[in-house]
């Protein structure tokens, strides 16, 4: 493709990423393939001789936009948004233009020095006390892993780099029993065992019980464990639960023990002045992610990682062979010594042309929206009869199901809200997940997409009543 072919396409592309966001409404929200259905449609091998671009995008929107689900609809309530918005997107067009790679700070100071500075920005955004330096890792998961990792070393004076850590089964790290799947996973790839995790229970607001996790950390301690880290969540995953973080960051303190904040979601409400609260106490953390890629209206991926003590990440993940020497080497960041990847694309780009076209009022109203909508959702639910506001909202999410008269089995109910929540999905016009709450299966509802309106989430409900009382008992 010369360069004049590419304006051209270029040009077409954008009407169709402008006509793409004006309309998704119009599409079912998500994709009702069948599993292999795609597949079957592409080619089985490469083609040897080079295709035009309009064969290519022709074959795009026929054979794979129907296995495309909108996260960009405005009823995607699923799992957590993943939300954009066009200066995000303009960004990553300028993102991939540029095709940088930001590993050191010589592969493009820009990338580097708008990181750190876009970062800071963030920082002050949520709240974070001064002294905490960030860098955008891809995801929540890597941030967490690179936080297991870092408190694996603190903890074996960077032994388990050098020796490996087979043979130390001391270790100890401690999280709720709601918190992400992510954290058990880098438990693992961190070497040191699901069964050094301790998931300590939740209390009846969702957070993590703090007289549990002392009584843990004392226990193990006694037995001559090492207890290294405690994961910390700010709005689980399931029902956005809170652990208090003033009370565990304290226990921390008394044990030497390290904390990592996983906000992955919640944190972007810490905007809001209003909710700040919820990170009350982050100042004992030695580190903290949160996601714009979730709520701040920035395209996947771009997970913010704050850290305390940089210098101990660099240590923990620097290794310097002769082609990555560069001169400026120790007078200015090079990221890729704080994280596991060593190529990074130019994400901070998106995430300043976020902040800058909305301003922070801009997406503090957007969140406060978000919010809005959902506390006005849960009276609706909450007034309804044959309805259960299982989880009122904390922040975007809540958590329901449909209980008519007459079904009190809990088996029962779990199974109608099954059939419920696929025949809702199934449907297209809205995109729903479950969880389940004291071990009953409820319907997760999250406001967060960045074009969601008032007359959405009544859609919704409408749908969900229709729908509900429509399922065979
Ligand atoms: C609380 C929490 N932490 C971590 C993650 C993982 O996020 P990521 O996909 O950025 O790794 C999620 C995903 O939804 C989450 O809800």
Redesign the pocket.
């Known amino acids: 493709m010369d360069i004049a072919e590419y304006r051209r396409h270029a040009h077409r592309l954008v009407d169709w990423m402008a006509d793409y966001l004006e309309t998704v409404e119009s599409r079912p929200v998500r994709s009702g393939v069948e599993p292999g259905e795609i597949e079957a449609r592409l080619a089985a091998a490469p083609p040897d001789e080079g295709e035009p671009f309009e064969r290519i995008f022709a074959d795009f929107e026929r054979d794979l936009l129907p296995g495309v689900t909108h996260w960009q609809h405005p009823s995607f309530y699923a799992?957590?948004p993943a939300n954009s918005s066009p200066p995000s997107v303009l960004a990553e067009m300028l993102t991939a233009t540029l095709g940088v790679n930001c590993m050191l700070w010589q592969t493009s100071p820009a990338g580097t020095e708008l990181e750190t500075r876009v970062l800071d920005w963030l920082r002050q955004m949520i709240g974070l006390p001064e002294g905490f330096s960030g860098v955008i890792q891809d995801?929540?998961?890597?941030a967490?892993l690179c936080a297991i990792l870092a408190a694996r070393e603190r903890a074996t004076g960077f032994a388990a780099n050098r020796r490996g850590v087979s043979g130390e089964d001391r270790l100890r790290l401690y999280t709720s029993a709601e918190?992400?799947s992510?954290v058990e996973k880098a438990v693992r790839i961190a070497g040191l065992g699901s069964e050094s995790l301790r998931a300590i229970p939740i209390g009846e607001d969702g957070g993590m019980c703090c007289g549990e996790l002392a009584a843990a950390i004392e226990g193990d301690a006694a037995a001559g464990a090492i207890p290294i880290l405690v994961v910390a969540?700010v709005?689980?995953?399931g029902a956005s639960g809170f652990d208090r973080l003033d009370r565990i960051g304290e226990i921390c303190r008394r044990h030497g023990v390290m904390l990592h904040v996983?906000a992955?979601?919640a944190g972007t409400a810490a905007i809001v002045p209003e909710h700040r609260g919820l990170l009350d106490g982050v100042e004992h953390a030695d580190s903290v992610v949160v996601?714009p890629?979730?709520w701040m209206m920035v395209n996947f991926?771009c997970?913010a990682h704050f850290v305390r003590d940089a210098a101990e990440y660099v240590r923990t993940f620097e290794i310097a062979p002769e082609y990555l020497r560069t001169t400026e080497h120790g007078r200015v960041i090079d990221y890729r010594d704080w994280g596991i990847a060593l190529g990074r694309r130019f994400r901070a780009l998106k995430l300043w042309f976020v902040i800058r076209s909305y301003g922070v009022e801009g997406l503090r109203a957007i969140v406060r929206r978000h919010v809005a909508l959902a506390g006005e959702l849960a009276a609706a639910i909450d007034a309804e009869e044959d309805f259960e506001l299982v989880v009122a909202p904390r922040l975007a999410l809540l958590c329901f199901r449909y209980r008519p008269s007459g079904v009190d089995d809990a088996a029962a109910l779990d199974e109608l809200n099954e059939r419920l929540l696929r025949a809702l999905n199934d449907g297209g016009r809205l995109y729903l997940t479950q969880t389940r709450v004291a071990g009953a299966y409820v319907i997760r509802f999250c406001v967060g997409q960045t074009t969601t309106e008032r007359r959405h989430v009544d859609a919704a409900w409408a749908a969900i009543r229709e729908v509900a009382r429509g399922l065979s008992r």
């Not at 995801?139 to 890597?142: F, H, M, N, P, Y």
Request: no cysteine; glycine share 4%.
């Open positions: 799992y957590f995801t929540a998961s890597s967490t918190a992400h992510s969540t709005g689980t995953t996983d992955a979601w996601n890629h979730k991926d997970s």
